[in-house]
């Protein structure tokens, strides 16, 4: 009678880590199972939102087959991904307080109103870019919300740099005119 030998060891992360690399979707299975709750337990402490904690642990895992190339086993496979998770986290939190920055305190915002309200404000202001054409907003969205140059927006948009500098100066024109005539 044959038998039949099952190995009821779990891998290890170093064998998981080779698996991934080789886009085995079990190895995958394997290291969500063993590591999302703590990574999104860690994405939460850094952004103090259960979704957007969700959404980094989901960006991790999507993105793990390409950052594995750059996994050189120094320490534990579980340390760097809680590295790749902390850094990813960071990006998200930097990337809204950038958004929430640019919203809250764009220039345009600043009315001389007794008791600011900075919903409507932002509601205002998102409702304005709505109304710009896409080529206005989007440079203006690139340079003042993302933080980009004009030589980023213009290597971006396959566009002169000269031809991103007018076209900013003609949204913030035309925002001005929504605002204004929104008072």
């Known amino acids: 009678m044959l038998s039949s030998r099952v190995d009821l060891t779990e891998p290890s992360d170093a064998e998981l880590a080779v698996r991934l690399e080789r886009r085995d979707e079990d190895a995958l299975r394997v290291v969500y199972a063993r590591f999302a709750t703590p990574l999104l337990r860690l994405a939460f402490r850094f952004l103090d939102s259960v979704d957007e904690a969700e959404d980094v642990v989901q960006e991790v895992f999507v993105g793990l087959p390409l950052a594995l190339r750059h996994y050189e086993e120094r320490g534990t496979f579980a340390a760097w991904l809680k590295q790749l998770t902390v850094r990813t986290a960071l990006m ?92």
């Open 92 to 183: 998200h939190r930097r990337s809204r307080e950038r958004r929430r920055h640019a919203l809250l305190h764009f220039p345009m915002l600043h009315r001389q109103v007794a008791t600011p309200e900075p919903l409507i404000e932002r509601l205002t202001l998102e409702a304005a870019l709505a109304a710009l054409p896409r080529t206005l907003r989007d440079v203006f969205v690139l340079y003042h919300i993302e933080h980009f140059s004009h030589a980023e927006i213009a290597g971006l948009l396959g566009i002169r740099r000269g031809t991103a500098e007018v076209r900013l100066h003609r949204a913030v024109r035309r925002l001005r005119s929504i605002l204004e005539s929104d008072r």
